[in-house]
């Protein structure tokens, strides 16, 4: 009994629920609904009309049966009564169906669905869609630490099917790219040796390399006594995923960095040479022609044979080293003009010393040749001192003004070039000018060596014979003399080249010529050293 009252109780109580649930659906529905409201009342007849009606006769029957004979009474009736119960269970039973409907079809709707990957026959799992992997394929190109990735590297075709993501758990791009490499056998962890920023090879050994890479610079750096060393070219040792043909021997990466063999000769070692004078001198790496002699190392025998092995190298090494030395310091020279000096005159007022200094430089070197050097340090340890020059600024004449001297003497007979007798010594006695003659040499004219005035002009049949003398106005005089005739007269301002006298035979001479003489102060000079 008191089992059907609970099913009584549980029927009762969820039909009441979905009739409150269903007459609030109507009341927020009957706006929207209110155009269509003969539509439902016609399918609400033909449908749940009867049904709603009996249910509604049978509990007033029942309300009113419950309230004469009480309420056990009243559920013991409502279980016997087949027509309360079928009209129960005929209206629950279609909205139950409606709501499983409706639940499964939202149950479908929210479930995920993704693109299960298999590649190479291993399950890498299920993504969101194929750009993932793309994507993924795009990062194992740039996790691999080559630019170029061979092909054979790359994952085969992937395979894709359509499951359900539970719980919508899809992998990254990041995820798909770790599973591939883990799975690939064409990609494995090795340490790339680049060049200049393109790749030479790699090794699974990094050390053996890393440690040959150190030992080039350290046989340059100790056979030119150097501080430091470098390669010239970019060497780089880099860890990372590399595609198995890119993957090398030591031994084969060795041999690609030594370079293969362009030509081959023999050295026969001279007294006093060792093996790092012989790699200067056929500018080779010292490493390189030790390995090529047997290790041969140190000072060598005179008439030992070297095979010198010439490569086209890949690595070049620059040995760095200091360098200290004293060197003189020049002088600097201080001008200071003068106006009573002509423009082509300088006097030294007092000369200059150099000083010197102690220099330290930096000095790079390629296979023992320098290649550039650089001051890092300057000690001065004996200040230079200056040079003092007087320089004129007064614009010298040049003669074409009479009596204004230019200071230079040309030749005083334009037309006559030969010298019979010279300044110096003669017949034991000296000759103190210079005797111009030639060819015709009488009625030549006599011009003179440079402006000035006509201090002496003198008509002796002896001695000079007719001769003239120019007075330059700087301490400087000229004598003409065994002239035929005189053209200018005592006092007479003339300028250079103006014609004094014509040469001829007067005085004490030999023949017509011109006797020409420069005197200085009062002593008769050698006239080559003072004529243009």
């Given at each position: 009994m008191d089992r059907r009252n609970g099913w009584y109780r549980w029927i009762t109580g969820f039909g009441l629920r979905v009739l409150r649930r269903l007459r609030r659906l109507g009341r927020r529905l009957a706006p929207i609904l209110q155009k269509f409201a003969g539509l439902f009342g016609f399918l609400?007849?033909?449908?749940?009309?009867?049904?709603?009606?009996?249910?509604?006769?049978?509990?007033?029957?029942?309300?009113?049966y419950r309230n004469q004979r009480g309420k056990q009474a009243a559920q013991r009736a409502a279980v016997l009564r087949k027509t309360l119960v079928c009209s129960v269970f005929n209206m629950i039973m279609p909205v139950l169906a409606?709501?499983?409907?409706?639940?499964?079809?939202?149950?479908?709707?929210?479930?995920?669905?993704?693109?299960?990957?298999?590649?190479?026959?291993?399950?890498?799992?299920?993504?969101?869609?194929?750009?993932?992997?793309?994507?993924a394929s795009d990062l194992l190109y740039h996790k691999v630490s080559y630019d170029a990735v061979s092909q054979t590297a790359l994952p085969a075709t992937p395979v894709f099917q359509i499951q359900p993501a539970i719980h919508r758990t899809y992998l990254d791009a990041g995820a798909v790219c770790d599973t591939l490499l883990e799975n690939s056998d064409k990609i494995v962890k090795a340490s790339g040796l680049y060049l200049n920023g393109s790749l030479l090879g790699a090794v699974t050994d990094s050390a053996a390399l890393s440690a040959y890479l150190q030992e080039l610079l350290d046989t340059e750096k100790t056979a030119y006594n150097g501080e430091d060393a470098c390669f010239l070219e970019s060497v780089e040792l880099v860890e990372g995923l590399f595609a198995t043909d890119h993957v090398k021997s030591f031994a084969e990466i060795k041999q690609l960095l030594?370079?293969?063999?362009?030509?081959?000769?023999?050295?026969?070692?001279?007294?006093?040479?060792?093996?790092?004078?012989?790699a200067q001198k056929q500018a080779l790496p010292v490493l390189f022609l030790s390995e090529d002699n047997g290790g041969i190392s140190g000072k060598l025998k005179a008439g030992t044979v070297l095979n010198i092995c010439k490569r086209q190298q890949l690595l070049h090494v620059l040995v760095v080293h200091s360098e200290t030395y004293e060197q003189e310091i020049p002088y600097d020279t201080v001008t200071t003009e003068d106006d009573t000096l002509y423009s082509d005159e300088t006097i030294v007022t007092s000369a200059g010393e150099p000083g010197r200094e102690e220099r330290t430089d930096r000095v790079s070197c390629e296979c023992g040749k320098e290649t550039e050097r650089e001051n890092i340090k300057r000690t001065v340890l004996t200040k230079p001192v200056a040079e003092q020059v007087t320089v004129g600024t007064q614009i010298r004449p040049t003669g074409e003004e009479p009596g204004v001297a230019s200071g230079v003497f040309s030749w005083p007979a334009p037309t006559l070039w030969t010298v019979t007798s010279e300044y110096g010594a003669r017949w034991g006695t000296v000759h103190r000018g210079l005797d111009i003659s030639g060819s015709g040499a009488t009625g030549q004219p006599i011009v003179a060596s440079d402006a000035g005035v006509v201090s002496w002009v003198a008509f002796d049949d002896y001695g000079?014979?007719?001769?003239?003398?120019?007075?330059?106005?700087?301490?400087?005089?000229?004598?003409?003399?065994?002239?035929?005739?005189?053209?200018?007269?005592?006092?007479?301002?003339?300028?250079?080249?103006?014609?004094?006298?014509?040469?001829?035979?007067?005085?004490?001479?030999?023949?017509?010529?011109?006797?020409?003489?420069?005197?200085?102060?009062?002593?008769?000079?050698?006239?080559?050293?003072?004529?243009?």
């Open positions: 609400y007849r033909k449908t749940l009309g009867d049904w709603v009606e009996s249910y509604r006769k049978n509990r007033a029957a029942f309300r009113k409606i709501v499983v409907l409706l639940g499964t079809i939202a149950y479908w709707n929210q479930m995920a669905y993704g693109l299960s990957l298999e590649c190479e026959g291993e399950n890498i799992g299920v993504l969101e869609d194929e750009a993932v992997f793309e994507e030594t370079g293969s063999v362009q030509e081959k000769t023999e050295y026969r070692a001279k007294k006093g040479d060792t093996v790092e004078s012989v000079y014979g007719y001769h003239v003398e120019v007075d330059h106005g700087n301490g400087f005089v000229t004598r003409y003399a065994h002239a035929s005739d005189i053209v200018v007269t005592q006092g007479q301002k003339v300028a250079k080249g103006e014609l004094l006298a014509y040469v001829g035979n007067t005085g004490d001479s030999q023949g017509a010529h011109l006797h020409f003489e420069i005197i200085d102060n009062g002593t008769q000079m050698d006239p080559r050293l003072y004529l243009e």
